[in-house]
């Protein structure tokens, strides 16, 4: 089971810090990662983190920006996210895969979302 947490409404410029808590045996040997869907818009990758954490890749419109990090010990992946912007407004989900990739289909566990609302 993964559960998604940490959403909430900042102003633009301003930081969140997304968590995803895992339950389960098999969280270190996954893959993680964050999506996020926009009102009316496809639900969108956003970064993902290989099972040891020693490789992230991250959508280009969040490079710079956002961070994510594991920490296997507590079944853990947070998602920081800096210079927030309104067009970052989105539902935020994590999932599990099996392999680094930035595309739904490599994922095959999802958590509920959690809002992310930035206001100009």
């Known amino acids: 089971q993964l559960q998604a947490s940490g959403g909430g409404l900042v102003q633009a410029g301003g930081s969140l810090r997304l968590s995803c808590a895992a339950s389960?045996?098999?969280?270190?040997?996954?893959?993680m990662g964050w999506f996020r869907q926009a009102p009316g818009k496809e639900r969108e990758f956003v970064a993902a983190i290989s099972w040891g954490g020693g490789s992230t890749i991250y959508t280009d419109s969040v490079k710079g920006r956002f961070t994510i990090s594991r920490d296997n010990a507590k079944n853990t992946v947070v998602l920081q996210m800096n210079s927030l912007k309104p067009e970052d407004t989105a539902v935020y989900y994590c999932?599990?895969?099996?392999?680094?990739?930035?595309?739904?289909?490599?994922?095959?566990?999802w958590g509920q979302g959690t809002l992310v609302t930035v206001s100009s």
């Open positions: 389960g045996r098999t969280f270190s040997s996954r893959v």
């Open positions: 999932a599990a895969g099996n392999r680094i990739a930035p595309i739904r289909v490599e994922y095959d566990y």
